[in-house]
């Protein structure tokens, strides 16, 4: 089959070399390592910056973590100080419903205690009549009925004694009754009590057992907040890390975008020597090394060149066209996009690449974008993360026009047939 040119105003113009070109350049790309030593270097640099960026992200990872370690630990101790100020509170209410029930043991101790001295007072005023009446005896009846001068005083006289008599068994009455009250009083009381007394005892036990929790909360509190503390400490450090890391990223950062950038302009140089040596004229990339092949030996390719690796999607584009004998074209996929890519996919024919400048699905993505060949009959063959992928040509636009549309071309300006 024969090959001829795409017309170069077809594609997308060239543009001069930016800081963000560097970025995205390949720095693995095989003619750039053979001609000029200084890209294996800037691979050296890559190597150390991804080891720096591999650290950076777990140290931020476990900053997070800990991050997340010290609110929970916070969350926790906040609880455990929490229920032990509620067992506080809760002691000191059972310590007054304790003092309130003593309060009231006391007061009934009081009765009982007044009670027993009016039996005691009543018992004595009956003594000492009993004892009065004992020591006059007889002789001081006899007395006061013959000392009677008249029948009339003789007979107040005996009126007198037998009230008296009266009165002193009235008394012995009065107080049997006093006694056998204050004593039934006494009993009530003396019960009121001993419930009361059960009833402390009960509160006392209660506030022995909230001690007891309180003790063991207090314990796990002086734990919890020496786990904070530690936790706070490596979270400290941690940060020191992390930020020790991030400066040394972006020295690392600023060193490889120096020579990336010098990496690409040697890598320009070399193409534009090579195309010299083969006759043909340098147009800022957009002129294919010329090769023979056909659409079929690149759609066979397509299916039987193996995954160079993750990250590679140019360059398993370029061992396919290689392969296919069409040519040997380098560089990423943003390259081969403004190099190669001018036309919308509604005029795509099998073949062609597509791709797109940048995409956000990981940090190489967004410098390097994406890049895949059209086999035709609507499917698009890639290499996505290390693995061969068929995908519907629909799909993959849909996937990868998230940032820039996507686009589509003859890579190298070579329109197969």
Request: glycine letters at 8%; hydrophobic letters at 35%; proline letters at 2%.
């Amino acid at each position: 089959m024969s090959l001829k040119h795409v017309p170069i105003d077809d594609v997308v113009a060239s543009r001069s070399v930016t800081r963000r070109d560097a970025l995205r350049l390949l720095i693995g790309a095989g003619i750039c390592a053979t001609f000029y030593p200084s890209v294996a270097l800037a691979t050296s640099t890559q190597e150390k910056l991804d080891a720096a960026q591999l650290d950076y992200e777990e140290a931020q990872a476990e900053l997070e973590a800990l991050g997340m370690e010290v609110e929970e630990a916070a969350s926790a101790l906040g609880q455990t100080s929490a229920q032990v100020s509620d067992l506080s509170q809760q002691i000191d209410t059972k310590q007054g419903e304790i003092d309130t029930k003593q309060g009231e043991i006391d007061t009934k101790q009081g009765e009982i205690d007044t009670k027993q001295g009016e039996i005691e007072r009543k018992q004595d005023i009956l003594g000492e009549r009993m004892s009065s009446s004992y020591k006059a005896g007889s002789s001081s009846t006899l007395d006061l009925i013959f000392s009677s001068a008249t029948i009339e005083e003789l007979t107040s006289n005996i009126y007198y004694l037998d009230k008296v008599s009266q009165a002193d068994a009235q008394m012995i009455d009065d107080v049997k009754t006093l006694k056998a009250e204050l004593e039934v009083e006494k009993a009530d009381l003396e019960v009121e009590k001993e419930s009361l007394e059960q009833e402390k005892s009960a509160l006392e036990t209660e506030k022995a057992n909230l001690e007891v929790q309180r003790s063991e909360l207090q314990g796990l509190q002086a734990t919890q907040l020496s786990q904070l503390e530690e936790v706070r400490a490596r979270q400290a450090a941690s940060e020191e890390l992390v930020s020790s890391l991030s400066d040394e990223v972006k020295e690392l950062m600023e060193k490889r975008d120096a020579e990336l950038l010098a990496a690409q302009q040697a890598a320009e140089e070399a193409r534009r020597q090579q195309e010299l040596q083969q006759g043909s004229t340098w147009t800022g990339g957009n002129t294919a090394v010329l090769g023979t092949g056909s659409l079929s030996d690149v759609v066979n390719a397509a299916y039987s060149t193996p995954s160079p690796g993750s990250g590679l999607c140019a360059a398993w584009v370029s061992n396919v066209f290689r392969r296919a004998g069409v040519g040997s074209f380098y560089g990423n996929a943003d390259d081969m996009f403004y190099s190669w890519c001018g036309h919308p996919t509604s005029e795509i024919q099998p073949g062609m690449i597509v791709a797109t400048p940048t995409v956000p699905y990981s940090s190489a993505a967004i410098i390097y974008g994406h890049v895949g060949i059209y086999v035709g009959d609507g499917v698009v063959r890639d290499n996505a993360s290390g693995r061969l992928r068929t995908t519907s040509l629909s799909q993959w636009v849909s996937d990868y026009s998230v940032s820039v549309t996507v686009r589509c071309g003859w890579l190298g300006g070579i329109a197969l047939s």
